[in-house]
């Protein structure tokens, strides 16, 4: 017995080789990173378990049942950027140790495919630690029910996410192939995501506030400017990102 | 027609150390290149240099008609890569490492049953990959190099870990008979030397000697493993 493989469907595709586009090629590395994800466990219950950890921690540290304001921002947004940080020290690894990138540069799809796949890949993470982590947080460390606002934390937490994804995703390609990753990465991650840090502090400040405004008068006030600036911050590291990823794959 | 692959005066260095030192050597359409050397010769280097994957530090490289590094992108899926490492994802199983390769190359889901049953994985394609033994991955390894049909073959020890029955079994996707451009590595100088069109003697990164295969003797031989 011996191998044969019909080469008549493919045959076309001999000295032109098209590949299947940025998304649909981003799409299908999105689906394995998220089946491998399910499989292994490598990733998103660890950032669970850190963050819930961290919030019992401030309860304890702070020595106070219930926060508002700033303080309350401040503590949800930093027990979630270290969460993040869990995940943008391995987002790559599996690349680096299985040949996934020299398998990506030998097919016929741009390696911004990649770069769109891990950024969504860790905007779902963060979106899952979140379902998880701010009942949690509610419950520990906050003064009053978040529920009336909660169109409003979705909202800054959705842009924040996308920050810390696009940022994240650049870092991790960045310093995945270093033996000092897990030090060179948070040294590079947290002073670039400052400005996010602050917008999303900033922005849910006043929503976590012991009288918080309604969501349109925290949109005419503080909020609507805030969320520009998440935007924007968003739409500057997405478009630096988009230019530099090629060339972070390549020797 | 002009040549698969031309190299002239290639080097590649990593940080001060040199791999290769100046290889020169052309393969037309079709012709096998076997690369012989003791370990440490620079043969996977040069395999990946080839590929795309690693840009010459000097000299000039043309694979497939693309000028390396700079046209590099004009290779991507034209070049069939079989490594010591696999290159698939170790918790997937054969079956969605092809699915993602057939994606990726825009091939439709019927191919992976195709390259399944060429390379004879079908009865362990639901397996996750780390279960596999190793020859039972390096079949999957070459299907996941030739799902594309790609016109030049880069075959680095490609029968390691495979048995007799195996080797025989892949023959016609990347032995001679597939007719495609190859160029291959091997640790058993005879069996590349049946293969071969061309041989490379590399030693320590330089080119001992560039001969037509049927003029590599006892002698040559000896001298590039002394």
Same mark, same amino acid.
Request: aromatic share 6%; net charge neutral; charged share 25%.
């Given at each position: 017995m011996s191998a044969t493989l019909p080469q008549a469907k493919a045959k076309d595709r001999l000295e032109e080789p098209r590949g299947p586009g940025t998304l649909s090629a981003a799409a299908a590395l999105l689906s394995v990173e998220l089946k491998l994800e399910g499989r292994t466990t490598e990733l998103v219950p660890g950032m669970v378990l850190f963050v819930l950890s961290a919030f019992v921690v401030f309860h304890f540290a702070l020595n106070r049942g219930a926060l508002e304001g700033d303080l309350a921002a401040g503590v949800l947004c930093v027990a979630l950027l270290f969460g993040a940080l869990l995940a943008v020290n391995r987002l790559f690894v599996r690349e680096l140790?299985?040949?996934?990138?020299?398998?990506?540069?030998?097919?016929?799809?741009?390696?911004?495919?990649?770069?769109?796949?891990?950024?969504?890949? @860790?905007?779902?993470? @963060?979106?899952? @630690?979140? @379902?998880?982590?701010?009942?949690?947080?509610?419950?520990?460390?906050?003064?009053?029910?978040?529920v009336g606002v909660l169109g409003g934390v979705v909202g800054v937490l959705a842009l924040t996410n996308l920050g810390i994804a696009v940022l994240g995703g650049l870092v991790s390609a960045l310093t995945v192939r270093s033996r000092a990753r897990e030090l060179l990465a948070p040294l590079l991650f947290l002073p670039l995501l400052l400005p996010l840090l602050i917008g999303a502090a900033s922005a849910l400040s006043p929503l976590l506030a012991g009288h918080a405004p309604t969501i349109g008068r925290w949109l005419a006030s503080t909020g609507g400017k805030w969320l520009t600036v998440l935007g924007l911050y968003d739409l500057i590291f997405g478009l630096i990102a988009s230019a530099l990823f090629d060339f972070l794959l390549e020797d | 027609m002009p040549p698969a692959v031309e190299l002239a005066g290639v080097s590649r260095l990593f940080g001060e150390r040199a791999v290769l030192r100046r290889v020169s050597f052309t393969v037309d359409s079709g012709q096998t290149l076997a690369i012989l050397g003791p370990n440490g010769a620079g043969k996977t280097t040069l395999l990946k240099v080839v590929a795309g994957l690693l840009g010459p530090s000097q000299g000039r490289a043309t694979v497939l008609g693309a000028q390396l590094p700079k046209e590099r992108a004009q290779?991507?899926?034209?070049?069939?890569?079989?490594?010591?490492?696999?290159?698939?994802?170790?918790?997937?199983?054969?079956?969605?490492?092809?699915?993602?390769?057939?994606?990726?190359?825009?091939?439709?889901?019927?191919?992976?049953?195709?390259?399944?049953?060429?390379?004879?994985?079908?009865?362990?394609?639901?397996?996750?990959?780390?279960?596999?033994?190793?020859?039972?991955?390096?079949?999957?390894?070459?299907?996941?190099?030739?799902?594309?049909?790609?016109?030049?073959?880069?075959?680095?020890?490609?029968?390691?870990?495979?048995?007799?029955?195996?080797?025989?079994?892949?023959?016609p996707l990347v032995g001679k008979e597939s007719g495609r451009t190859r160029l291959l590595t091997s640790h058993d100088p005879e069996g590349a030397l049946r293969e071969a069109d061309l041989v490379l003697g590399l030693r320590s990164g330089s080119p001992v000697f560039l001969l037509q295969a049927d003029a590599v003797g006892r002698r040559e031989l000896e001298e590039l493993y002394r």
């Open positions: 140790e299985q040949g996934g990138f020299e398998a990506l540069l030998l097919a016929p799809v741009p390696p911004a495919a990649l770069f769109l796949a891990k950024t969504a890949a @860790l905007f779902i993470y @963060l979106c899952l @630690l979140e @379902l998880v982590g701010i009942p949690a947080y509610a419950l520990l460390l906050l003064a009053r029910n978040p | 290779l991507r899926g034209r070049v069939g890569f079989v490594g010591h490492e696999p290159l698939l994802y170790r918790d997937l199983t054969p079956r969605e490492n092809l699915a993602l390769q057939c994606r990726l190359h825009d091939l439709g889901r019927e191919r992976v049953e195709e390259v399944l049953e060429a390379v004879g994985a079908t009865r362990f394609a639901d397996r996750p990959v780390k279960e596999l033994s190793r020859g039972m991955v390096q079949r999957v390894a070459v299907g996941r190099a030739v799902v594309a049909c790609p016109p030049l073959l880069l075959l680095d020890e490609p029968q390691a870990n495979l048995d007799p029955r195996a080797r025989e079994w892949l023959e």
